[in-house]
């Protein structure tokens, strides 16, 4: 069963078993607003892109992964590749992460979402971030972005090492930037 976070809320990552998670998936949807013009609406492209960024106890960026670097150095985290226009139904981006092979020092990973193309999330509809248990393909949980917004970007979610498992906080921290790098100012508050 999923559960639907608001914005700062935790949940934890443990199996109804007991067990622990060992393979994620965060899943990015999301659709472009129809314009209206004089002749009708026609669709527009948007350009989001999802990217997870390591990130150790001290807060000190460890590794990242985006659309210009698909995996991490280490190779436990992986995006699937960069859809440029939020066409098609379900996740249009993904980011696959075995939590068991994250390296010692990587104490949170940061799921952010941003408009290369620079639109603003007025303009972007069905915009949704999600957890998936690999495993099973279970949707564990997930976090309805807002949709509107003069903003170009959002810290969405952040996943944490807690005790021996990790659990998942929405975050959904409006900011401003085309790439995770303009976000980092952003992030090391919310970390």
């Known amino acids: 069963m999923s559960v639907n976070l608001s914005k700062g809320q935790k949940v934890s990552l443990a199996k109804r ?28 492209s948007i350009d989001l892109d999802a990217s997870v960024l390591m990130f150790d106890a001290s807060g000190a960026l460890v ?11 280490d190779g436990s985290v992986q995006h699937t590749g960069d859809n440029r226009t939020g066409a098609g139904d ?11 092979a994250l390296p ?9 979402v941003n408009s290369f193309t620079g639109q ?8 949704f971030c999600r957890l998936i ?23 969405m979610a952040k996943v944490s090492r807690d005790g021996a498992g990790w659990s998942m906080t929405a975050l959904g ?18 970390l």
């Open 17 to 44: 078993d007991g067990g622990q998670l060992t393979r994620v998936r965060m899943g990015l949807g999301w659709d472009a607003v129809k314009k209206k013009g004089f002749f009708g609406s026609r669709e527009q």
């Open 63 to 73: 590794d990242q992964v985006w659309f210009q670097q698909l995996r991490s150095k």
């Open 90 to 100: 379900g996740d249009d981006e993904s980011v696959r992460i075995d939590l068991t």
């Open 104 to 112: 010692a020092n990587v104490a949170t990973l940061v799921c952010t």
């Open 120 to 127: 603003d999330f007025s303009q972007i509809a069905n915009a």
């Open 133 to 155: 248990d690999e495993t099973t393909e279970t949707e564990i949980a997930r976090y309805e972005l807002s949709g509107s917004g003069r903003h170009n970007a959002q810290i």
């Open 173 to 190: 921290v409006p900011a401003t930037g085309r790439t995770f790098r303009d976000l980092l100012p952003a992030i090391a508050g919310s």
